[in-house]
């Protein structure tokens, strides 16, 4: 019983060994595919159907009904049945609507259902899934990725795509310009204008600064007489006129002959242009690149020409042609160097040219040219005008007979130092007060400045203040001055230095004229008004004089002179107002000192204003013609290229700087912006300038080529001496500074390189500028007329703002092309794929 | 004495007898489990081979149009389709045997099977399976005459 227990056991115990062990063996039943091998299917399965989607064509899934339909309502055409599907799907699903996105699900589904019955198939763009094949979840996932840009449905494959040139225009409006010198005179004076081959003229219009009334001819028919009336030096304006259509008809296709016949007496033209208007079917302008041959104006009276020329390039040569007759030397300057002196016609060469100029120098830059007589330009018996105003101190102090010197003989003794006591009149030390003394030396300096007629002096007296009543305005009218001088009294109060020259200052604003003050004071600055003169900080009513007499001249181009009038005079600060205000300083403690300063000063003030006549003289027993047929003759290396097929070119006027920035004369220039278009090309930019009796002398620029003002012109680069130079009408801007967008301009005159008068509210700018009528290849159409009408709207929708044209005018290029791909994209568009189970 | 002995005796066989069923059942599991393994590796390389061999309907072949005496590389495929001519030109210019050698195949028997998307054959070549040792059967998908077909590639031993 026990022995069997234990067999019992036993054979329990070795059937559960078995059992166990059979059953470890069953657990582990050997895997017979490896896990990797399963992923590797998947793998190949996901991009098997990612290139599917990639090389099946919508031609080959037509019969899908989505497709199908899509067909049949025109939203797919013959061109879209060879994109691929893979495009189709995500173009319709960046569209982006509602119904594009569910288009994308359909076709996506359609295509692969039933593909396969394993795994669940997955396409998303970027984040978001297009379809889904189910929503099993999955383990192991197999993922294909492409980036994609696609085609757009409706916009075809291959097509036509056309290019378009103009050939010719049905008609623009143009017009040819000439322009007059900076001054050119004197007597009649004639001009050729080129003038293309045109339809019809639309207007002419003459814009001069004129010295008197005139006829003028066209080619030699009398065509109107115009009178100067705003033609003005200090307003630096212009006269400005239309000719009558009824002259038209004296114009001719080719050169012109413009002839300015003044009425009364020989007279000139400072700075002006002519300009005709017309109609053409011409598309460019005849240039001749690299070679400009400049028509000198035909002088009959008195050769006196101040213009200039522009070197549009790098000077190679250059020739000149002078012919004309004289009775008196002729002399030419360019630049600053006199190319030629004598009396007879002359060819100067470029080999003497050359041994006198530097080409390099001149090249790209506006260059004076100056023409004339030089008995004439010494003549000195025109051109006073100067204006002055004369200060005298009226406090009590004046009143001081502290002056020794004898007294002058016209005048009566009437008191001795001090002022308080009498003297008799026998005593030798018998004296004047300042003031007696003071009224005698103004006389003397009215009498001097206005010995010259057209000289003008205005008066000031001064105490604490300025009132209306201590002025006499500018005038010439010696009388009215002596009575006021004469009427002079002393009284209790303060000096005022910086009212003195702050009235003065304000009157003296006639830009065409010298302009001085003269500032005499018999001891310090006592008083400043602050509302009137800055005084600063401290007080300083002496630095507020100076300031004052610092702002005349630097803004103003007023020059204060000064005189220490006795012995209390604070000469330091009258020192200090002269050297700022650009004049001169001195001083005496009698009469016979400050006798001589006056005269002196008087003299120097008043005397032949040598800088302005030269634009007014009066010639006497001078007559000169220059010829039209003179020119100079310019060999150059040129700024811009010669025209490119299909360009149009068209002369254009901006407006007058007193539409953009007002009608004053602003000092140091006048400026205005001008906005170009991105669509022209600017091959010729210049400004004009009238700059009266001054000289044009700078030309600054801002545009986005610069950056910042950029001086383009400066006179001063020529000479310190503006006398022997010419003077621009027009200023050539180098026209890769003129840039699409804005362009600032800032032009302006003076009489030497440390003055400006300002510039003139009639400058404007003047450009030539070219419009390519060429448009590139465009979009692909279905059909080559399609293309060939797209492109030709192109063009004409290119250039209408400029010119007429017709489709006549346009010729087109077409080509065929094929596979155009429409962005869309670029995206990750994946396939996604896992088992089912 | 004889009394143990007897029990002893019996005690002795039958754990004997559990002894050498065990060690004849691991035996027989060792055996086993090296063959099972051997079959696992020759199938994972008849996979590998396989899908390589099922690449040659996804390229175009070298020369890309290729005939029996210049072919290079083998390769069914033109644009991304399956190319009829090609196809044709394998079963019947090629050969089964060659074919085998150029798509790495040699000791496998094979049968590529092109469906459409209803089941139906639209190509056949190859061997028909007959009585395999190992067999393997891959699935890819293609385009052939503007659809979308399954390519089953049966390989065997």
């Known amino acids: 019983m026990k022995k069997g227990f234990v067999f019992t056991m036993d054979v329990l115990l070795g059937l559960s060994l078995l059992i166990l062990v059979l059953m470890s063996i069953a657990f ?38 989505t497709v199908n339909k899509l067909i049949n309502d025109g939203v797919l055409t ?47 763009v970027d984040i978001e899934t297009i379809y889904s094949s189910c929503d099993t979840p999955a383990e192991d996932v197999s993922v294909a990725g492409r980036i994609e840009t696609g085609y757009i449905p409706g916009k075809p494959a291959y097509g036509y795509i056309a290019r378009a040139f103009l050939t010719s225009i049905t008609s623009k409006v143009d017009s040819s310009f000439i322009y007059y010198g900076g001054y050119i005179g004197e007597g009649n004076i004639s001009q050729l204008l080129y ?12 814009e001069l600064y004129v010295g008197d009334d005139f006829d003028l001819y066209i080619n030699g028919y009398h065509s109107g007489n115009y009178k100067r009336t705003l033609s003005n030096p200090i307003n ?29 007496k020989r007279s000139y033209i400072s700075g002006g242009y002519f300009r005709v208007m017309y109609n053409t079917t011409q598309m460019a302008h005849e240039e001749t690149l690299g070679i400009d041959k400049i028509s000198l104006p035909g002088i009959y ?17 250059m020739e000149v042609f002078l012919d004309f007759t004289a009775n008196n030397p002729l002399f030419m300057n360019i630049g600053n160097k006199t190319v030629y002196q004598g009396n007879t016609s002359t060819l100067i060469s470029t080999s003497t040219l050359s041994a006198l100029l530097d080409y390099d120098f001149l090249s790209h830059r506006n260059v004076p040219l100056r023409i004339g007589h030089y008995a004439l330009n010494n003549t000195t018996d025109t051109g006073y005008v100067t204006d002055v105003f004369l200060t005298t101190s009226l406090v009590d102090v004046m009143n001081l007979c502290d002056l020794n010197s004898t007294p002058p003989s016209n005048i009566t003794p009437d008191c001795c130092p001090p002022v308080s006591s009498i003297c008799p009149v026998s005593l030798p030390d018998v004296q004047n007060a300042r003031l007696d003394l003071a009224k005698e030396l103004d006389k003397i300096f009215v009498n001097i400045i206005l010995n010259n007629t057209d000289n003008r002096v205005g008066l000031v007296s001064y105490k604490a203040q300025v009132n209306d009543e201590d002025i006499v305005p500018l005038t010439n009218d010696n009388t009215t001055l002596i009575t006021e001088i004469n009427s002079y009294e002393a009284k209790p109060g303060q000096r005022c230095l910086c009212c003195a020259i702050r009235e003065a200052k304000l009157l003296l604003s006639d830009p065409s004229r010298k302009k001085y003050i003269l500032l005499m004071s018999d001891g310090s600055a006592e008083k400043a008004p602050p509302g009137l003169c800055p005084i600063g900080p401290n007080d300083d009513f002496s630095q507020a004089a100076i300031n004052e007499a610092c702002d005349a001249y630097a803004n103003h181009g007023i020059q204060v002179y000064t005189v220490g009038f006795g012995q209390d005079a604070d000469n330091a600060v009258l020192q200090a107002i002269a050297a700022c205000g650009g004049g001169k300083w001195m001083s005496s403690t009698n009469y016979t000192g400050l006798e001589q300063i006056y005269k002196k000063f008087a003299e120097e003030i008043g005397g032949p204003s040598i800088i302005y006549q030269f634009q007014t003289i009066v010639s006497t027993n001078v007559n000169s013609t220059l010829h039209p047929e003179s020119y100079i003759l310019l060999n150059y290396t040129p700024d811009f290229d010669p025209y490119e097929y299909g360009e149009i070119s068209l002369n254009k006027e901006g407006k007058r700087l007193r539409d953009l920035s007002g009608d004053s004369v602003d000092i140091p220039c006048k400026n205005g912006s001008y906005y170009i278009s991105s669509e022209v090309k600017v091959v010729n930019a210049r400004m004009t300038s009238y700059s009266g009796e001054f000289w044009t002398d700078r030309l600054e620029i801002n545009s986005s080529a610069t950056g910042d003002w950029k001086n383009v012109f400066w006179l001063g680069d020529f000479g ?39 510039g003139s509210p009639d400058s404007r700018l003047i450009y030539t500028m070219r419009v390519r009528g060429v448009v590139g290849y465009g979009d692909a159409f279905n059909t080559s007329e399609e293309a060939n009408n797209d492109a030709r709207n192109r063009v004409i929708e290119k250039i209408k703002e400029y010119v007429n044209v017709t489709t006549d005018d346009v010729d087109i290029e077409t080509k065929t092309v094929a596979g155009i791909q429409w962005l869309w994209g670029p995206s990750l568009l994946k396939i996604v794929i896992w088992n089912k189970d | 004495m004889s009394a143990k002995g007897q029990v002893f005796s019996f005690d002795f066989l039958l754990a004997s007898s559990i002894f050498l069923l065990t060690v004849g059942i691991l035996i027989t599991y060792w055996v086993y489990t090296n ?65 085998k050698t150029m798509i790495g195949l040699d000791g496998y028997e094979y049968n590529f099977t092109v469906y459409n998307m209803t089941n139906d054959t639209v190509f056949s070549f ?6 395999p040792q190992n067999l393997v059967k891959i699935k890819r998908f293609g385009i052939y005459e503007g659809s979308i077909v399954s390519l089953e590639i049966m390989v065997w031993v």
């Open chain 1, 236 to 264: 630096m304006t212009a006269d400005k006129w239309y000719i009558s259509p009824s002259n038209y008809t004296f114009f001719n296709e080719g050169n012109n002959t413009i002839l300015i016949n003044f009425t009364n």
């Open chain 1, 78 to 124: 013959e061109m879209d049945l060879d994109k691929s599907v893979l495009d189709l799907i995500g173009s319709f699903w960046y569209n982006g609507t509602a119904d594009s996105k569910e288009i994308a699900q359909n076709i996506s589904r359609e295509i692969l259902e039933g593909v396969t019955d394993d795994a669940c198939i997955n396409i998303t």
């Open chain 1, 720 to 758: 310190l001496n503006y006398l022997i130079l010419g003077d621009p009408y027009i200023v050539y801007i180098p026209v890769e500074l003129i840039t699409a967008g804005k362009n600032s301009v800032c032009i302006g005159s003076g009489f030497n390189i440390t003055n400006a008068t300002g």
């Open chain 1, 301 to 317: 009276g008195v050769i006196n020409m101040y213009d200039a020329f522009y070197v549009p390039g790098n000077l190679s040569s």
């Open chain 2, 126 to 131: 190859g061997f028909p399976l007959s009585n």
């Open chain 1, 195 to 206: 003038l293309p081959p045109y339809d019809f003229i639309l207007e002419v219009y003459m």
């Open chain 2, 35 to 99: 063959i099972q393994i051997e079959e696992t590796r020759e199938i994972n390389e008849m996979i590998y081979k396989s899908y390589k061999a099922s690449d040659v309907w996804f390229r175009e072949g070298m020369p890309i149009y290729w005939n029996s005496d210049n072919v290079i590389e083998l390769g069914l495929e033109n644009n991304h389709r399956f190319n009829e001519t090609k196809m044709n030109m394998t079963k019947i210019e090629i050969g089964y045997d060659r074919t």
């Open chain 1, 28 to 65: 582990f039943e050997f895997e017979s595919i490896l896990p990797e091998k399963e992923y590797e299917k998947l793998n190949y399965l996901t991009n098997d159907i990612l290139n599917l989607l990639s090389y099946l064509e919508v031609r080959d899934v037509q019969n899908k009904p």
